[in-house]
C-alpha cells in the first residue's frame, strides 16, 4: 500500500501544463506578479540587506539571480534571500486554511531552480501549481492545531511546497518526488514567537525554508532517501507537529480542487488580520473629514484569534508595527492611507500616531461577526468622537480575499510598489512578460530581469 507522500508525489510528476484549468494559470501569473513586485520594493529594507551581505560573503556558484541586486549565487543560496525578501514587506500572498504565506517560499524556489535548469514557461507556473497543491494541502491536514502550538506555518508548511516545487522542475521520478517530500519534513521548521516584539527571524523563517526545500529536490535528484511514511508515520510529521490532524486532507480532491484559487492578495503592509480593520477606518476617513485630535475612541469587534495575534498597542520596531493593530489604525487614520511609507523611515514616532494608539480597544465580536462573515474576514468598527458623533463600518469581506480583487487591482499594487526602485520602462516591461510568461522558452531572461544595478536604482 502506498503511503501518502508516495500518492502526491506520483500526482505532481504527472502533472502537465496542458491538465491545468485556465482560471488556474491566471491565479498562478497574479501570484507571480504580485510576489515579484513586494521583492522588489522589499529588497531595500534592512533585513534583505543584511542577507545580501551575508551571502556574498559565503559565496556560491553563480546559478541564479537575487531578486532586486545585481548577482547570482548558488540556486540554494538564492532561495535563502529571495524567500525571505519575499516576506519581508509583509504583502505577499496568503491561503487561509493552510494558514500561511507560502508563495513568498514556492515562487523564489522555482525561479531559483527554474534559472539554474533553464526551464520553460510553461514548466514555471506548472512547478508553482504543484507547489501549492500539495503544501496548502499539507498546511490543511494540520491546522489550526498545528499553529496554535506555536508554529509558523510558513517556514514548517512552505519547505514541502518549496521541495515540490523544485522536484518538479528537476523531473523527479515518483520515488525521488518522495524523497524530497521526506527530506522537506525532516527539515520543517518555524516559530511565531516573532509575533511579540516583530523581530527579523520571521523572514529568516520564509528564506531557510525556501532553501531547505530546494535541498530536498537537489539531494533527492542525487539518491538520498527518507521514510516515505514521514507524513502519517507514527512519529512523522502530523503526530509530531499537530494535535488534530486529518491526513485524507493531504490528497483529497488532488487535480479537481485547485486549492491555489483559494489565494488571497494583500493591500497593505500589515498582518493578514489587521486588513478588514483597515478597510473600514479608510472607508471612513478617505470620505468624511476626520480630525484625528477629536478623536475619543475607537471600538473594533472582531475575533479572538485577531485579538490574540495583534493585540499589541505598544510596537517598538518597524516590523512590530506591520503586526500591531493599534499602530496600523492609528497610522491609516493620520495618513488616509496604509502603504510601505507609513510603516518603514521612522515614522513610528510621529506624536499624532503615538496620541491615537492608546485610543484603541480591540473586543470579541465573534458572536456578531459570525451572522455576517467568515473568520477572519470580518469587522464591525466604531469611531467615537469627542463630540458625541459616533461613525460606524461594517466589512464583511476585506480587498483581497479570494472574489475580492481583480488584476488591475494587482497591476496598480505592482507600479506603486516598484516605482520606489525601478524606472517606469522597466516597470512595463517586467509586467507584459509576465503577462505572456507560458510563451516563454527560457525563464532565465526574465529571472535577469529582475536584478537590479545599485546605480540604477531609483532611490
Known amino acids: 500500500m502506498k503511503s501518502i507522500a508516495e500518492k502526491i508525489a506520483n500526482y505532481f510528476v504527472e502533472l502537465e501544463f496542458e491538465d491545468l484549468p485556465s482560471e488556474v494559470i491566471e491565479i498562478s501569473k497574479m501570484c507571480i506578479l504580485d510576489l515579484v513586485g513586494v521583492s522588489l520594493r522589499a529588497s531595500i529594507l534592512e533585513p534583505s540587506k543584511i542577507l545580501v551581505k551575508y551571502i556574498k560573503e559565503i559565496g556560491g556558484k553563480k546559478e541564479s539571480t537575487v531578486m532586486g541586486y545585481s548577482f547570482k549565487t548558488s540556486c540554494a543560496n538564492a532561495g535563502l534571500v529571495n524567500g525571505a525578501i519575499g516576506h ?20 523564489p524556489a522555482a525561479l531559483a531552480v527554474g534559472e539554474k535548469e ?25 491546522n489550526p492545531s498545528h499553529n496554535r502550538r506555536g508554529f509558523s506555518p510558513n517556514g514548517t508548511i512552505g519547505v514541502f511546497g518549496a521541495a515540490i516545487s523544485a522536484g518538479k522542475i528537476l523531473n523527479l521520478d515518483n520515488n525521488a518526488m518522495t524523497d524530497a517530500i521526506t527530506s522537506a519534513a525532516m527539515q520543517s521548521a518555524g516559530l511565531e514567537q516573532f509575533v511579540h516584539d516583530g523581530s527579523m527571524s520571521t523572514f529568516l523563517n520564509t528564506g531557510h525554508a525556501c532553501q531547505a526545500g530546494i535541498q530536498s529536490a537537489l539531494l533527492a535528484e542525487k539518491g538520498f532517501n527518507g521514510s516515505h511514511e514521514i507524513l502519517e508515520g507514527r512519529k512523522g510529521f502530523c503526530r509530531a507537529y499537530s494535535d488534530n490532524y486529518t491526513l485524507k486532507k493531504i490528497e483529497e480532491g488532488l487535480g479537481e480542487d485547485y486549492r491555489i484559487l483559494n ?36 471600538i473594533i469587534k472582531t475575533y479572538p484569534v485577531v485579538i490574540n495575534t495583534v493585540d499589541n498597542p505598544n510596537p517598538t520596531t518597524e516590523f512590530a508595527a506591520t503586526l500591531s493593530m493599534q499602530y496600523a489604525i492609528s497610522a491609516a487614520i493620520v495618513h488616509k492611507r496604509s502603504s510601505p511609507d507609513e510603516f518603514y523611515g521612522n515614522k513610528m514616532n510621529k506624536n499624532e500616531i503615538k496620541k491615537l494608539m492608546s485610543k484603541i480597544k480591540l473586543i ?66 517586467i509586467i507584459n512578460v509576465i503577462e505572456k510568461i507560458e510563451n516563454l522558452k527560457n525563464i532565465k531572461k526574465f529571472a535577469e530581469l529582475l536584478s537590479i544595478d545599485k546605480n540604477k536604482r531609483n532611490f
Not at 510553461?122 to 500539495?134: L, R, W
Not at 470579541?364 to 466604531?382: A, H, N, Q, R, W
Request: aromatic share 6%; charged share 35%; net charge negative.
Open 364 to 429: 470579541d465580536g465573534s458572536e456578531e461577526l459570525k451572522k455576517i462573515s467568515e473568520e477572519p474576514s470580518g469587522v464591525i468598527l466604531k469611531l467615537k468622537m469627542k463630540n458625541g458623533e459616533e461613525i460606524e463600518e461594517i466589512v464583511q469581506k476585506c480587498k483581497g480575499d479570494p472574489g475580492n480583487f481583480t488584476k488591475d487591482d494587482l497591476i496598480r499594487k505592482f507600479k506603486e510598489l516598484t516605482l520606489e526602485v525601478l524606472e517606469e520602462k522597466k516597470i512595463e516591461k
Open 263 to 298: 489565494i488571497y492578495f494583500k493591500f497593505y503592509p500589515t498582518c493578514r488580520y489587521i486588513h478588514p480593520a483597515t478597510d473600514a477606518i479608510l472607508n471612513i476617513v478617505q470620505e468624511k473629514e476626520i480630525d484625528p485630535s477629536e478623536i475619543k475612541e475607537v
Open 118 to 142: 533553464n526551464i520553460s514557461g510553461k514548466e514555471f507556473i506548472t512547478s508553482i501549481v504543484a507547489g501549492n497543491e500539495g503544501s496548502i494541502r499539507i498546511g490543511d491536514a494540520v
Open 88 to 107: 519581508t514587506l509583509q504583502m505577499d500572498d496568503g491561503e487561509m486554511t493552510s494558514i500561511g504565506h507560502l508563495n513568498c517560499v514556492i515562487i
